[in-house]
């Protein structure tokens, strides 16, 4: 449709206007098509906040969207869109704890240099204080993004769920 309103216009225009518009001029339908595909697909990074699988990027990883319930670890063992396992061999996610730490360290090492330009002197309370709320506060979160990271690196993305091969 969109292809056909963008055809007609520009021919519209090229015989009322004596100059042609730019838009769709240079694009053939076979472009149009490919932007299309291309704006179906979920990119890296939402998908990897969202905690979507990582082979199609649509189904969810932890089976509640609550971060702070108990359940906030539960995993779905596949993929519930395509099928993807979500732990390809025991012990899988012990990596993800370096993820984790890295992160850690990361926000902890913000949140000191923020606190440098904040305060006149950092006291030890509140680098205490910050790395509870970062180690504690943010676990739920920690916990997810590390995993969705890990599983990332190695599971790589193959398409929308309708266009790949349910596992
Ligand atoms: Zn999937």
């Known amino acids: 449709m ?4 963008g055809d007609i216009t520009s021919i519209l225009f090229s015989k009322i206007l004596p100059y042609r518009i730019p838009l769709y001029q240079n694009v053939s339908i076979r472009d149009l098509k490919f932007m299309a595909m291309k704006n179906s697909q979920v990119s890296l990074l939402p998908s990897i906040i969202k905690a979507k699988c990582p082979r199609c990027r649509e189904g969810n990883m932890f089976t509640t ?11 779905y063992p596949n993929c519930p869109c395509c099928g993807q396992t979500f ?9 993800a704890m370096y993820v984790s730490f890295g992160l850690s360290t990361g926000i902890f ?11 006149e ?10 790395v ?5 506060g943010l676990l739920p979160i920690m916990f997810r993004l590390s995993r969705a990271i890990w ?17």
């Open 2 to 5: 969109l292809v056909l309103i």
């Open 65 to 75: 969207g609550n971060l702070y319930s108990r359940q906030f670890s539960d995993m």
């Open 87 to 95: 732990e390809p061999e025991p012990g899988f996610y012990y990596g």
């Open 109 to 119: 090492l913000a949140v000191i240099l923020a606190l440098n330009f904040l305060v």
């Open 121 to 130: 002197e950092i006291t030890l309370p509140m680098v205490l204080i910050s």
């Open 132 to 136: 509870i709320i970062i180690v504690l």
């Open 151 to 167: 599983i990332n690196i190695f599971i790589h993305y193959e398409g929308p769920c309708s266009d790949i091969p349910r596992k």
